[in-house]
């Protein structure tokens, strides 16, 4: 894949290697540059500057995150501390200490570390501003702790892959949280459908596809970066121009079809949690007893009563999210089965076979 001989390269790093063996990539002086450059933009869209001591506890080595946040830091101006991952109680000592005003590492580490700053009696001497946390899928309800956690500071994210550049590649500004610019100068964007590649209807999900503009040693056309989003196009509040594209709505193995319409898990999700009469907890049944299959989302009542007006309002929301016929039921508190242990599985089949939620 390198488009330069190994002696142009200056860097190498690898992806984490999710889905397998991890994927080398390379770096020419040029590409690490760019690198430095994104990271101190998404830096200075969560509201960092030259007069704030950054504490990085990304990993750092081979995994991009740790350089990537660093060489940003350090091109903004910013004070760098390369904590790096692990150690979480050296970590808040040196939070307290150095006086760091952001962090950058995984949402999940950053509520670890408020926990144990808590613990240890530190909290109140951290003066965190901002967070750039990414590396890790995280919902709005994480952003609220972790902000809530560090006494209200600015949690933005980050998003990247090692396959583009690394982190960087988009960024939430913290006057715009929901959406992510993407920095569009070095790395084009595209939302297809992942079924035959053409572009997604407007403001409709689809797989965010990168082209990479200005890198040279490993290039990219047209890379399928698997996350499934959206252009947000509405004018950002921080008055930045650069792309905006929605927060990940998950990845397209998640994707289900059904009557040749894409049906993302997430959008169903996220309908169920905005309606206040419903509980969190829900099911989508794919019925696939006849050829053409049928759609039915299950959910629950947050208090009893009134569940044929919240199903007709529900099924009415759906239908204009999805452009799909659907069919709703919702219950009394408690019917959807609770699972106790690992990841809630919402995604069942109905078959001729098998009726995961019988009649009744
Ligand atoms: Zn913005």
């Given at each position: 894949m390198a488009a330069i001989p190994l002696d142009g390269a200056v860097r190498i790093h690898a992806s984490s290697g999710t889905r397998g063996k991890p994927t080398i990539v390379l770096y020419t002086a040029r590409d690490v540059d760019v690198f430095a450059e994104v990271n101190a933009r998404a830096i200075a869209c969560a509201g960092g500057g030259p007069a704030d001591v950054l504490h990085v506890a990304y990993g750092y080595?081979?995994?991009?995150g740790g350089l990537g946040l660093h060489y940003g830091g350090e091109r903004l101006g910013a004070t760098v501390v390369p904590a790096s991952g692990g150690n979480a109680g050296l970590q808040v000592q040196l939070l307290a200490d150095l006086g760091a005003t952001g962090l950058a590492c995984t949402p999940s580490f950053a509520l670890l570390l408020a926990e144990r700053a808590a613990e240890a009696g530190l909290l109140d001497r951290i003066r965190l501003r901002f967070g750039v946390f990414g590396a890790e899928p995280w919902s709005e309800a994480l952003r609220a702790k972790v902000e809530q956690a560090w006494g209200g500071i600015d949690a933005c994210d980050i998003y990247g892959l090692s396959e583009v550049i690394g982190p960087g590649v988009a960024a939430e500004c913290r006057e715009g949280k929901g959406a992510l610019h993407v920095f569009d100068d070095h790395f084009l964007p595209e939302v297809v459908d992942p079924e035959n590649g053409r572009p997604a209807a407007e403001g409709r999900l689809g797989e965010l596809v990168l082209t990479t503009?200005?890198?040279?040693?490993l290039p990219v056309l047209r890379?399928?970066?698997?996350d499934i989003t959206r252009f947000v196009d509405e004018p950002c509040p921080c008055g930045r121009t650069h792309r905006r594209i929605a927060r990940f709505s998950g990845r397209i193995d998640d994707m289900l079809v059904v009557r040749g319409v894409n049906v993302f898990p997430s959008e169903i999700e996220a309908a169920v949690l905005a309606d206040p009469a419903l509980a969190g907890h829900y099911a989508i049944v794919v019925d696939r007893r006849e050829a053409l299959p049928e759609l039915e989302i299950r959910a629950e009542l947050a208090?009893?009563?009134?569940a044929a007006a919240v199903a007709e309002r529900l099924g009415a929301r759906l239908e204009e999210l999805l452009r799909l016929r659907v069919s709703v039921a919702v219950g009394e508190p408690g019917s959807i089965p609770r699972q106790e242990v690992g990841k809630a599985k919402r995604v069942f089949e109905r078959t001729a076979e098998e009726d995961p939620f019988p009649a009744g």
């Open positions: 080595g081979l995994f991009t503009l200005t890198k040279e040693a890379y399928r970066s698997g208090v009893p009563g009134g």
